[in-house]
């Protein structure tokens, strides 16, 4: 398991005095990135393979609130993989300053090419890099149809 820890900032309260949304979501983003880059996944790693990871979506569950004052820490697990490494999904738990586990969120995503701007699988040498990680316990291989599974369409206004 990643863990990351954070500060809670005034800057990341809401109206209510908690842990605002949009801050969960950072923290999650900044937690990604530091693991990729843990793992080799660099702005010039990515720069020089033209891959850039996109999100599908972010279910949050919140258990408990979070207030200033006290630090916050973020993991990361990889839960699933397809096998030429397209698509991943991450789930992140926070734990307040006790360890108590607060909100959770699973995340699905992928890699695309900054050139096409199309879904792309891993090079091998990339691929292998996440073949190196501690598979958790409930990791599955994703297909196609997992990435399908909540079945939204888009609706324009015209």
């Keep these: 398991m990643y863990l990351k ?15 605002a949304n949009s801050a969960y979501i950072n923290y999650m983003s900044h937690t990604r990135m530091a693991f990729l880059l843990d793992l080799g996944f660099g702005h010039e790693v990515m720069v020089e393979n033209k891959i850039g ?13 979070l207030f200033p004052g006290k630090p916050v820490r973020v993991s ?3 839960m699933g993989m397809s096998e030429d490494g397209c698509f991943f999904e991450f789930h992140h738990n926070f734990y307040d300053s006790k ?15 900054l050139e096409t701007r199309q879904l792309t699988p891993l090079s091998k040498e990339l691929l292998a890099r996440f073949e ?18 909540y079945a939204k369409k888009p609706k324009d206004l015209a």
């Excluded at 820890?5 to 842990?19: P, Q």
């Excluded at 996109?54 to 408990?64: A, D, L, R």
């Excluded at 909100?103 to 995503?109: K, L, Q, V």
Aim: glycine content about 4%; proline content about 3%.
């Design 5 to 19: 820890e954070f500060e809670v900032r005034w800057s990341d309260v809401d109206a209510n005095r908690h842990l």
């Design 132 to 149: 190196q990680i501690e598979r958790p316990e409930g990791f599955r291989t994703l297909t196609k149809e997992d990435t399908r599974k």
């Design 99 to 113: 360890g108590k586990n607060v909100a959770h969120c699973e995340m699905m995503g992928a890699w695309i090419s």
């Design 53 to 65: 990871p996109v999100v599908f979506y972010e279910h949050m569950y919140y258990f408990k609130e």
């Design 76 to 78: 990361l697990e990889v």
